[in-house]
């Protein structure tokens, strides 16, 4: 059953990368972010974030 389990992964695998392509936005609860993709890419542009009360 386990490689059967791991095979249908393998098949799976291609399509699940695609839908989650773009890295998740994790931000702390107090840290505005204005638009999200000023954290979203590889560099962070602080000017367009803040922090909230």
Known sequence: IYKTIQQKMLEEMPYVMLAYYKKPLVVA?????????AVSSERIFLHKVSLGA
């Open 29 to 37: 609860q107090n840290v505005v972010v204005s638009p999200p993709s």
